[in-house]
């Protein structure tokens, strides 16, 4: 059985930092694309960036390009957004995703179980 694990959310102010992380077990991570996702308050949710398995990035959202930084290390199984210059429209749960690739969430098979980032102005 495949788990996704999110974890490093919170209450961050605005411009500050935070790196979320996303540990997966139940299967080979190594060749596993990944992407993270969130959904703000009354709004569909969106695909923030993906990564493919080699590590190049596949996918990052006009709105995160430039602050966002996504990573992975295979050999500890976890993916990586590290998160700066936040703004209040980042405020969003924040979903790791597993098994797709890019902005189309019906292309991925798994899904962790969310995790909340909120910034105050």
């Excluded at 974890?7 to 990944?34: A, E, I, K, P």
Aim: proline share 2%; net charge neutral.
């Amino acid at each position: 059985q495949v788990q996704l694990v999110e974890s490093g959310g919170g209450l961050v102010q605005v411009g500050g930092s935070l790196r979320l992380s996303c540990t997966v077990s139940g299967r080979t991570f190594s060749v596993y694309d990944m992407g993270w996702f969130r959904q703000g308050p009354g709004k569909e949710r969106e695909c923030v960036a993906s990564i493919h398995w080699t590590g190049t990035v596949t996918y990052y959202a006009d709105s995160v390009k430039g602050r966002f930084t996504i990573s992975r290390d295979n050999a500890e199984k976890t993916v990586y957004l590290q998160m700066n210059s936040l703004k209040p429209e980042d405020t969003a749960v924040y979903y790791c995703a597993g098994g797709g690739s890019g902005p189309d969430k019906s292309r991925y098979n798994d899904w962790g179980q969310g995790i909340q980032v909120t910034v105050s102005s």
